[in-house]
């Protein structure tokens, strides 16, 4: 069964604070891996795609890595800033489904 | 302004009186989809359409109908709402049902069923 398991379900962090959140998955065959943040009250909106041949990719304060011998993917989030809390959530692509992680959290505090 | 629209944004209803959520987007996408997300369990697809008057099951479709008349609209039929269905839905859109293309969400749709 295909499956995306994301860790911690939830964390607090002070502004201007670095935080790794993490995605395991055993979706086979792989495609593609995307990172999405979720603000409170909207849909999700797409930070990163990965494929299988790349292994870090950055958008801002955002750098999302990915080990595709593991099936691991990390999101790290720089100096956090209060516009960061929101929930993050990945998913994963075979040929033709998307899975989707259960999403993780984030709280930033001033 | 490139979006996806839903409406209502919240609803609130009683079990088995028939209810539509509408869905429309203005990007020209052929590949179109609805979710639900509930705590602790993510999103997961209920139905999705490839193209207009293309439709297919997700992974959980029972109780939901939809049709793809047009290529900018796909509304959401529940035609006898239960409590389960108590969940916040999102509908989104892709150029194309394509392995690297983005999905679009709307805003979501909280609905609750008394």
């Known amino acids: 069964k295909n499956q995306v398991e994301q860790s911690p379900q939830s964390l607090i962090i002070l502004e201007g604070k670095n935080c790794t959140l993490q995605?395991?998955?055993?979706?086979?065959?792989?495609?593609?891996l995307r990172w999405y943040k979720q603000d409170t009250g909207r849909g999700p909106v797409s930070l990163t795609i990965m494929t299988f041949s790349e292994n870090t990719k950055s958008n801002g304060r955002y750098t999302a890595t990915l080990d595709a011998d593991t099936k691991q993917s990390s999101l790290h989030i720089t100096a956090s800033q209060l516009s960061d809390s929101a929930s993050y959530i990945c998913v994963v692509r075979n040929d033709y489904k998307l899975s989707f992680g259960a999403g993780t959290t984030v709280t930033v505090r001033a | 302004e490139a979006q996806v629209t839903q409406n209502p944004r919240y609803l609130i209803t009683v079990t088995g009186k028939k209810l539509t959520v509408t869905c429309s987007q203005n990007m020209n996408h052929e590949y179109m989809s609805w979710y639900r997300q509930d705590p602790g369990l993510g999103l997961r697809q209920i139905y999705y359409s490839m193209n207009v008057e293309v439709t297919d099951k997700g992974d959980v479709p029972e109780g939901y109908k939809v049709s793809r008349k047009e290529k900018r609209n796909f509304p959401l039929i529940l035609e006898s709402p239960s409590p389960n269905q108590t969940s916040l839905y999102f509908c989104?859109?892709?150029?194309?049902?394509?392995?690297?293309?983005?999905?679009?969400f709307g805003p979501g749709t909280r609905l609750t069923v008394l």
């Open positions: 995605c395991n998955y055993t979706v086979s065959p792989f495609s593609n």
């Open positions: 989104a859109s892709s150029p194309r049902a394509g392995l690297r293309n983005e999905q679009f």
